[in-house]
């Protein structure tokens, strides 16, 4: 434990606030697509993996990374929205687990259908040149890329923020996330709503899936882990919750990259005792509500 | 105006109504009464198309209701006030009232149509940015009608508005329906205190048992003590 100094300690919390804005973005969706549609969405982790190879696949036919940002999550949230409306669609009215099962098939194909276009394989993914390096950041260099992904994911949120709090649209999903009955009352075609929070949620995990790929790389299986950690960070923070999912987000990545610290071996198994150790104390996560499931 | 024959409805394999046929004519006020359970509430949900299985017809302005979806009904100029209001917690007072007009063309007087509203119900003027949980029973029964309201339907349908309600704010309420059908309102109401209703209503149906077993106007059932003793003393 030489050396260990207090910059040291406060670097790799700015780390751990790069990982968790993965992990904030992906539950926000998975948050998003349950509160809305009570839908398990299983195949999250494979979304997001389709967003690391589509915007792998769009930079080696030339198209750039800025341009990739706003395609990326176009592309596979109309992905999304096909599966929304051919797969899950005829489920609802079904129990938790018909739409849970559906999907989590679901995800088994789409990393098939991945290793079979792209093969099993991994392959780096270049940092865009304007964000390689380092920078200081008063109590060290941190690299470019990671505080961009910082910065990205806090620009993606308060967009989100807009919209759910200030138009009409946002308003109904609030709404309808309580109450679906009455706003169907309301005159609100419901299906039209799941159908556009699924594409939202999906188009979001692909983004987070392109901001990880310069971090880690792509390989058919990355949605795995990092979905069930993303799996975590929403228990964490309440079902539903998307406050919840971004405290929790942040949470769990500055724990993981603290424990990693001291404690490499054990910065895995460090998520799930937290879990453990908040669902404990608070089983409803930090802001779900009691009983719904019941 | 709205024309309901023969309707039939299920919860699951349970059988609820049974033929209920009843009518409500442009610019009425009608009303259900009938025991806790007699059918009253499912009638209004089956109209309003919250019921899963229904069999029979029903008609709204000569279109047939019940094969066009909840929120297209919506469409077609019917207004909804829930049993127990409904009104979406977390949400403040204005959003509510603008979740009443999300749907409808009237979107773009939002404004104009929520300060209209805020003047016929005053109470809701101060609470505006309010959350709603904050509001006591009678307020969110005033905001849930307002809600309803906003945007204009030709048709309003309330179940049990006066419920658990100070009596002072229900004779508010009955108030205000009396205006609603002096301008041109039509009202279908579901009401447990059987004077009040009938001190309203133009018409009345008696619902037992998920069907209709005696209708007429609401003054020869007010002279009908026998009537009223079997079918709605609780």
């Given at each position: 434990m030489a050396g260990l100094t207090l910059d040291l300690i406060a670097l790799q919390l700015f780390t751990g606030v790069a990982l968790g804005a993965v992990y904030v973005l992906l539950a926000i969706g998975l948050s998003l697509i349950f509160g809305m549609l009570t839908v398990v969405n299983f195949a999250h982790g494979a979304f997001y993996m389709l967003g690391a190879y589509a915007g792998l696949f769009l930079m080696t036919q030339g198209v750039n990374f800025w341009v990739c940002l706003l395609l990326v999550p176009l592309l596979v949230g109309g992905i999304g929205l096909a599966v929304e409306r051919v797969l899950i669609r005829p489920l609802y009215g079904r129990g938790i687990d018909y739409p849970l099962l559906l999907t989590f098939g679901l995800s088994y194909v789409i990393v098939e259908l991945v290793r079979i276009g792209f093969g099993k394989t991994g392959y780096p993914v270049d940092t865009p040149e304007l964000l390689q390096g380092a920078v200081d950041i008063g109590v060290g260099y941190f690299p470019l890329y990671r505080l961009f992904v910082i910065g990205a994911t806090a620009v993606i949120l308060f967009g989100l923020w807009l919209f759910l709090e200030r138009t009409s649209f946002g308003l109904i999903i609030r709404a309808g996330a309580r109450d679906p009955e009455i706003i169907r009352v309301l005159g609100v075609n419901v299906r039209r709503v799941w159908l556009v929070v699924f594409g939202l949620g999906t188009g979001i995990a692909a983004l987070a899936g392109l901001l990880a790929a310069p971090l880690q790389g792509v390989i058919p299986e990355m949605g795995g882990p990092v979905l069930a950690e993303a799996f975590v960070v929403t228990v964490v923070g309440g079902m539903g919750s998307l406050l919840g999912a971004v405290l929790a987000g942040l949470l769990v990545g500055i724990v993981v990259s603290i424990t990693s610290l001291f404690a490499p071996e054990m910065a895995k198994v460090s998520i799930f005792a937290l879990m453990a150790v908040v669902l404990l104390v608070r089983p409803q996560g930090f802001f779900g509500r009691a009983g719904l499931m019941s | 105006m709205l024309r309901v024959e023969k309707l039939n409805a299920w919860y699951g394999s349970s059988h609820?109504?049974?033929d209920v046929t009843l009518e409500v004519n442009r610019g009425e006020i009608v009303c259900l009464i009938g025991r806790n359970g007699a059918g009253k509430t499912t009638t209004l949900k089956s109209i309003i198309g919250l019921i899963g299985k229904t069999t029979g017809a029903v008609s709204f302005e000569g279109k047939d209701l019940l094969p066009t979806p909840t929120h297209a009904r919506f469409a077609l100029g019917l207004g909804y006030v829930p049993e127990e209001r409904r009104i979406v917690q977390g949400l403040s007072v204005r959003e509510n009232l603008r979740l009443g007009l999300v749907a409808s063309p009237e979107k773009k007087r939002e404004a104009e149509l929520i300060a209209k509203m805020a003047e016929t119900f005053p109470r809701l003027a101060e609470r505006l940015d309010q959350t709603a949980v904050t509001m006591s029973g009678g307020e969110q029964q005033m905001l849930a009608i307002a809600r309803a309201m906003i945007s204009g339907p030709k048709l309003i349908m309330l179940d049990?508005?006066?419920?658990?309600?100070?009596p002072v704010l229900v004779d508010e309420m009955f108030e205000l329906f009396r205006s609603l059908k002096h301008s041109g309102t039509t009202i279908l109401l579901v009401e447990q205190n059987v004077e009040l209703a009938l001190g309203l209503a133009d018409r009345v149906y008696v619902i037992d048992q998920g069907t209709v077993v005696h209708s007429g106007g609401a003054k020869d059932l007010l002279a009908d003590p026998e009537i009223q003793e079997r079918y709605c003393s609780v």
């Open positions: - | 609820v109504l049974q049990e508005p006066s419920e658990g309600i100070m």
